[in-house]
């Protein structure tokens, strides 16, 4: 019992740690950009863009490096699920979200398209290709094109935009900014590979396996960014951001941090979490959807209950799994 309690101590100490270290990175970075001059919006779409995926970057590498490949998988499913589901759920039965047209028919279809470039590069066995399915160094380049793609269209529309980001930044000197970005990173570090061990010996000691760890505490941990991004975003009724933070998390997750971690490490891929990709399928399908029923444009309190509800069935569904 007291070993299990301390596994989780740790767990959720590496957890903090990947939270502040990201937090502190994502402002030195910023610091940085404004007294380089970059203006505010490409600072939010780039730098804070990436910040709020470092914890599943460094998990994943953590993952990677120690041949957890459903840890690393299943974080990257199960973020993108919570994201959905639990985070947007929350977020639309605090304050309805108002969706940029933009968001409708550019970036959700994106993600769609992440997701199903995804299921055809981790299946080689299904799909006839022959030997176990794996997301090689290869694949992990085709993701990483896809990426560069997706920040191409982000670039441009910050290029486009006459708005201003509303997240004022705040500036240090070279020297704090530069203390504050070597602290994230060395925070980062300790943090994700103290959430990997003992993710592994939770699993271990439990019984359990280590998609599941994965796909639900693992995941929902690193999605706490996204959360408290789109929390904010609500808060200050900018539903546009917390909507678009979200679906941008989304794609950076497949496209960026699985593109990068099969380059460190090809990832050898469990069958079963296939049902988890079409979970994640069907999910922001049904985002879209709802962009149409009712009040259009606009994800209402009642399908944000829809989504968390979802949520719950899929975790009792995961459990029963095992």
């Given amino acids: 019992m007291l070993q299990a309690l301390?596994?989780?101590?740790?767990?959720?100490?590496?957890l903090a740690l990947l939270i502040f270290s990201a937090d502190f990175l994502i402002r030195g970075a910023s610091s940085f950009a404004k007294r380089a001059g970059l203006s505010p919006l490409f600072i939010g779409l780039t730098i804070v863009a990436f910040g709020t995926s470092l914890p599943e970057l460094v998990v994943n590498l953590f993952a990677s490096f120690k041949g957890s490949n459903d840890i690393a998988i299943g974080n990257i499913l199960g973020s993108n699920i919570a994201n959905i589901l639990l985070i947007l759920g929350i977020a639309a039965i605090i304050y309805p979200?108002?969706?940029?047209?933009?968001?409708?028919?550019?970036?959700?279809p994106f993600s769609l398209l992440a997701v199903a470039v995804l299921f055809v590069l981790i299946n080689d066995a299904l799909l006839g290709n022959g030997g176990s399915s794996i997301l090689s160094r290869a694949d992990g380049l085709i993701l990483l094109a896809f990426f560069i793609?997706?920040?191409?269209?982000?670039?441009s529309i910050s290029r486009a935009s006459d708005q201003q980001s509303?997240?004022?930044?705040?500036?240090?000197?070279?020297?704090?900014?530069?203390?504050?970005?070597?602290?994230?990173?060395?925070?980062?570090v300790i943090g994700g590979n103290l959430m990997?061990?003992?993710?592994?010996?939770?699993?271990?000691f439990f019984g359990l396996s280590e998609a599941l760890i994965g796909l639900t505490v693992v995941a929902v941990g690193t999605s706490l960014p996204e959360l408290?991004?789109?929390?904010?975003?609500?808060?200050r009724r900018?539903?546009?951001?917390a909507i678009g933070n979200i679906v941008g998390s989304n794609i950076f997750n497949i496209f960026w941090i699985l593109g990068i971690s099969s380059l460190v490490n090809p990832l050898t891929f469990s069958f079963?979490?296939?049902?988890?990709?079409?979970?994640?399928?069907?999910?922001t399908i049904l985002l879209l959807l709802f962009m149409f029923v009712g009040k259009r444009n606009i994800l209402q309190r009642w399908q944000g209950a829809t989504l968390v509800g979802c949520y719950f069935i899929y975790i009792i569904y995961l459990v029963i799994r095992g």
Avoid: C, P, W
């Avoid at 979200?97 to 959700?108: Q, W």
């Avoid at 793609?149 to 670039?155: D, G, L």
């Avoid at 990997?196 to 271990?204: E, F, H, N």
């Avoid at 079963?272 to 999910?283: A, C, E, G, P, Y």
């Fill in 6 to 14: 301390f596994t989780f101590f740790i767990f959720f100490v590496g």
């Fill in 97 to 108: 979200l108002y969706v940029k047209r933009g968001t409708i028919i550019k970036e959700i």
């Fill in 149 to 155: 793609i997706f920040m191409y269209y982000v670039v």
């Fill in 166 to 188: 509303e997240e004022k930044v705040k500036t240090y000197s070279n020297y704090v900014a530069l203390g504050m970005i070597i602290l994230g990173i060395s925070g980062l």
């Fill in 196 to 204: 990997v061990d003992s993710a592994i010996t939770a699993a271990q």
């Fill in 228 to 235: 408290a991004a789109s929390a904010v975003a609500v808060y």
């Fill in 238 to 241: 900018h539903s546009d951001i």
């Fill in 272 to 283: 079963q979490l296939n049902s988890d990709i079409l979970v994640v399928l069907v999910v």
